[in-house]
């Protein structure tokens, strides 16, 4: 006799916290399409993290709703699986390679193109997407009941295994780059804190659930324990995903405003603050952005004021997320480039062209 509470009670479960998980997705992704000003390819990945997501969501649903609801009175359809079941895997494996790529694609902009470090994460993400391609499709055509899907135990170990160790391997990656980065800056500085704080956290739930998927199914491997956190773990990617991109603005906040090297922020000043014009001292001098006009502060006594202009240049580069340098120079575009930044943006601020008059 099957247990109904360590099987179908387990799948209901994931089912419900899937579902929720879902809705969660759902409002980031509102947020995102009306706030964000990202280009069409990282707009299609987000559109197709969502079309995955709801798929799996619908196929998910249809599983648990065939065995307690259209079969209530046909307990011999529990040995059975459904085809939603075994389909569903599939589209779980598109959300994660969609994200896990993403993610792969900032560890190689960030590491400066580090063919090595990129490739040990893509063989992660690759493998894990094979092994899920080969199990639903062999599990599609050749397997009719749960017996048949115990021999598949072994590729369902793998599948949870590179998932667990492809997301370690991701966090750890970003976080050492961000790390090895030191701005000279007390707001830079606090930008990659915040960068690395989510990194870390983004990444930790989704290694978490795989872990906890990986542990249940070695542990409880004639229970649908397993199943549960492998239901929600798409969810967990594409929030990750939307979690990450609607932050960035966030970040970006943080660096700006006063920049000094000390992280005492009251001995700077903000050159957004100094006026276009600014009238100082006897001579009428005009000083343009980026120039403060010192007229009367050097006057003394009788003598003719002395005007000195100092003229600092500012530029910060930013990496895009399709790899492309962006500069906060005076442009005409859109400013998409600058929306479309990663939330690992790495700013290197250079303080040059100082001349006294």
């Known amino acids: 006799m099957v247990s109904l509470d360590s099987t179908f009670g387990a799948a209901y479960i994931g089912v419900v916290i899937a579902g929720i998980l879902h809705g969660v997705t759902c409002v980031q992704a509102l947020y995102y399409f009306l706030h964000q000003t990202d280009g069409w390819g990282l707009k299609g990945i987000v559109t197709a993290v969502m079309v995955f997501d709801t798929i799996h969501q619908a196929l998910i649903s249809h599983t648990v709703y065939t065995y307690v609801i259209s079969n209530y009175f046909n307990p011999a359809i529990l040995n059975d699986t459904v085809w939603s079941l075994l389909l569903e895997v599939l589209f779980n494996g598109f959300t994660a390679l969609l994200v896990q790529g993403f993610l792969a694609m900032r560890v190689w902009h960030l590491s400066s193109r580090n063919i090595w470090l990129t490739g040990l994460v893509s063989s992660f993400v690759i493998g894990e997407f094979g092994c899920v391609v080969v199990f639903a499709v062999y599990a599609l055509i050749h397997v009719h009941t749960f017996e048949e899907l115990g021999a598949l135990k072994a590729l369902s170990i793998t599948v949870n295994a590179l998932a667990a160790g492809g997301d370690i391997t991701i966090t750890t990656a970003l976080v050492c780059l961000l790390a090895q980065s030191r701005p000279r800056f007390a707001n830079s500085r606090r930008m990659i804190k915040m960068l690395i704080i989510y990194s870390i956290n983004t990444g930790l739930i989704t290694t978490l659930c795989a872990i906890a998927s990986l542990v249940s199914i070695l542990a409880w491997g004639h229970t649908f324990i397993y199943i549960t956190f492998f239901f929600c773990i798409g969810r967990l990617y594409s929030n990750s995903l939307l979690a990450t991109l609607n932050a960035r603005k966030r970040i970006r906040a943080s660096g700006e405003g006063v920049n000094t090297t000390s992280d005492n922020q009251g001995m700077g000043f903000s050159l957004k603050d100094i006026s276009t014009q600014s009238k100082a001292g006897t001579l009428g001098t005009k000083t343009s952005i980026g120039c403060i006009g010192l007229g009367s502060a050097f006057s003394g006594g009788g003598r ?33 480039s600058k929306d479309s930044l990663t939330f690992q943006e790495m700013i290197h601020e250079t303080t040059g062209s100082k001349e006294v008059v």
């Open 304 to 336: 003719h004021p002395t005007n000195i202009s100092i003229k600092i240049d500012t530029t910060k580069e930013f990496a895009t997320d399709d790899g492309r340098m962006a500069s906060n120079e005076k442009d005409n575009d859109s400013g998409s």
